[in-house]
């Protein structure tokens, strides 16, 4: 039984052709990744196929190494059509750049930094508009929408493999303000992903920006994406801002401040007006503040994330560790530890 990493060819929805890691054996291929974790319900990082159930199913297997026709799924019944690849091809694109950003920048492996394979489960449910992660499995699902396109960007797949790495971690409560910093945790995750996957997925670096800054734009049928980091309130319903009222919103919501000041950490401020923050959070606006750019922003969120914060860190809580991650990475003081303190500032914690 002779096992053998080959690289396919993967015709992916969202970013074209794809080189995508498979494993032969027995004559077929596989849509297993042995390079990458190990153990787990499959001794490797694999897709497979929930086929509208909701239960992981069987790996992808293939008689060539090509896969997928870049095309949108359409459900046919439980029928297991060539079309069906494509979200598979999406999903394992979106894992390997989620595994090697946060291997080749911390040298961690996989959700739980000690390489424990994970998988991604693609057609769950029918016409399912969102996509989710298990700790029970350790794994991922993935829908094919329905008012969205098949929910396999890469944003998406690093947001909920980012709730792996938070849930072996910091393991953050999903609910109230350590809730919102569990979702921006996965939020963070998933644009980080992007920007070092479009830069080419290699390197211990992640480039200065390069990513678009909002969530889901490419699975979304009307252009308009679920979350903005720049802005979050331009969904309508999340505060660009903390109040003390954070705590009672959805976790989706609440993650928007912090998603802000991520934003404003990594890529500075400028362009406020005070009167929206007078009238909607009766705070002052953001003061103007340069950015210490994606790889040192990342660097300080990941150790703080990781190391420092407990399931229930709170916003504020959470602006005394990432000071603190930044005075231990760049020093006391430091350009970037300042840079945090102003972040905080311009959503109203701290100082
Ligand atoms: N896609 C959502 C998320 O990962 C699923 C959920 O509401 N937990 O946040
Ligand atoms: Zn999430």
Redesign the pocket.
């Known amino acids: 039984n002779m096992l053998q990493t080959v690289i396919g060819v993967g015709k992916s929805q969202y970013n074209g052709e794809v080189p995508i890691n498979t494993t032969f054996a027995d004559g077929k291929y596989k849509m297993i990744d042995d390079s990458r974790g190990t153990g787990g319900m499959f001794g490797a990082m694999a897709i497979t196929n929930a086929n509208h159930g909701t239960t992981a199913g069987k790996v992808y297997v293939n008689d060539t190494n090509t896969w997928g026709d870049g095309k949108n799924y359409i459900p046919k019944g439980s029928t297991l059509d060539a079309n069906g690849q494509t979200a598979a091809v999406n999903a394992m694109w979106g894992l390997m750049n989620t595994y090697d950003t946060l291997k080749n920048i911390f040298g961690w492996q996989s959700l739980d930094g000690h390489n424990t394979a994970t998988y991604i489960a693609a057609h769950v449910n029918t016409a399912y508009d ?4 298990s700790d029970t499995c350790r794994c991922m699902f993935i829908g094919d929408g329905s008012s969205f396109y098949s929910l396999g960007s890469i944003d998406v797949i690093g ?2 493999m980012g ?1 792996g790495v938070t849930a072996a971690t910091s393991n953050l409560t999903y609910s109230g303000e350590s809730g919102g910093l569990n ?1 921006s945790a ?1 939020d963070i995750n998933g644009e980080v992903v992007e920007a070092y996957a479009r830069a080419g997925g290699k390197g211990e670096t992640i480039p200065a920006t390069g990513n678009d800054w909002v969530l889901g734009k490419e699975i979304s049928k009307t252009g308009t994406p679920l979350r903005w980091m720049t802005k979050p309130s331009k969904d309508g319903s999340s505060p660009d801002a903390w109040s003390s009222s954070l705590r009672r919103i959805d976790v ?1 919501y609440s993650s928007g401040p912090n998603n802000r000041m991520f934003y404003f950490l990594s890529q500075g401020s400028s362009e406020d007006k005070a009167s929206d923050y007078y009238s909607k959070y009766l705070v002052k606006a953001p003061a103007a503040m340069s950015g210490i750019g994606l790889d040192k922003a990342y660097r300080i969120w990941f150790r703080a994330n990781t190391t420092k914060f407990t399931s229930s860190t709170n916003y504020a809580d959470a602006r005394t560790k990432m000071i603190e991650a930044a005075e231990e990475l760049y020093g006391k003081p430091s350009r970037e530890a300042t840079a945090v303190m102003r972040a905080y500032a311009a959503i109203n914690v701290g100082a």
Not at 130 to 133: D, K, R
């Open positions: 969102n996509a989710y992660y947001h909920e709730h979702e996965s989706h």
